[in-house]
C-alpha cells in the first residue's frame, strides 16, 4: 500500500474510530446507569451484542449489493464499528470479575457475550445478504 493511500486509510479510520468509541461511551454509560447494577457490566455488553449485529450487517448489505466505496467500507467497519465494539473492555471487566472472586459471573459474561454476538452476526448477516 503507498504512503498516500495508507494515510488516507488511517485517517478514516481514527475519524471513524472516534466516532465510535464516543457512541461507545455514551451508549455504554447510559444502559449501565439505566439497567445495569454493580459488578455486572450490562453497558458493554449491549454495545458488544449490538456492534455485532451491526457489523453483520453493514457486511451483508456491502457484500450482497457491492455498492458501497472503499472509503466507506474502512470507515465503517473498520473506524466506527471496531472503535464501537469493545472487546477489550469486555477482557478487561471479565478479569476483574475473576480478580475478585466472581468467576461464575465472569463465566456468564463470557458464555452470554460471545454466545448473543455470534447469533447477531448471523442475524444481521442473513437478514442483509439472503442467499
Not at 453493514?58 to 473506524?79: K, N
Not at 459471573?105 to 454476538?117: D, I, P, Q
Amino acid at each position: 500500500m503507498e504512503a498516500n493511500s495508507f494515510l488516507s486509510s488511517a485517517l478514516l479510520v481514527g475519524a471513524g474510530g472516534f466516532v465510535g468509541s464516543v457512541l461507545r461511551f455514551g451508549l455504554g454509560g447510559l444502559v449501565q446507569r439505566a439497567f445495569g447494577f454493580p459488578g455486572f457490566p450490562f453497558g458493554t455488553l449491549t454495545v458488544n451484542v449490538l456492534g455485532c449485529l451491526l457489523i453483520g450487517a453493514f457486511a451483508g448489505f456491502v457484500e450482497s449489493r457491492q455498492l458501497v466505496a472503499t472509503q466507506l467500507r474502512t470507515f465503517a467497519l473498520i473506524g466506527v464499528l471496531g472503535g464501537f465494539t469493545t472487546f477489550s473492555t469486555f477482557g478487561f471487566d471479565t478479569f476483574s470479575m475473576i480478580r475478585e472472586g466472581e468467576a461464575l459471573r465472569a463465566g456468564a459474561n463470557v458464555l452470554v457475550s460471545v454466545a448473543l454476538g455470534l447469533l447477531c452476526v448471523w442475524l444481521g448477516y442473513s437478514v442483509m445478504n439472503p442467499r
